[in-house]
């Protein structure tokens, strides 16, 4: 999956480096209201509300699953970002930085956007994973 960055209407994009702010940015890109993914998880919309604002941080792996699905958002990352180890493949860079490194979200998203900017100057692109190529 490809990193994000959203414009807040300030010009400055963000790129989401919290478990809160990926399923936000999952969920704006679906083009979903909070009522609306909470109706299709079967969750109180307030739940929802709550883990993008940071306020509820571990989720269990098996609701982490049900919002990556829903989504279209990667699993591996979504455990990343919420304190699990990783479920079986490689979480997003956002998160394996905050899986690895103790560092403010502000610091993380400096070096996500320094290695966008590599991945685009040297032409770098992802690897395949077992699961796409078996």
Sequence with gaps: MEIRKHDHGNG???IPVTLGD?????REDMGMSTRKLSQQLGMHPSYI????AGA???PSPEKLQRIATCLNLEYASLCALAGYGE????????AYLRLKFDMSDEDA????????????KHNITERPTNSEHP
């Design 12 to 14: 400055v994009d963000h």
């Design 87 to 94: 479920p079986g493949g490689l979480p997003n860079y956002p």
């Design 109 to 120: 998203s400096r070096l996500v956007e320094y290695f966008d900017l590599l991945r685009t």
């Design 49 to 52: 509300s709550r883990v993008e």
């Design 22 to 26: 990926y399923i936000r940015h999952g």
């Design 56 to 58: 509820f941080q571990h």
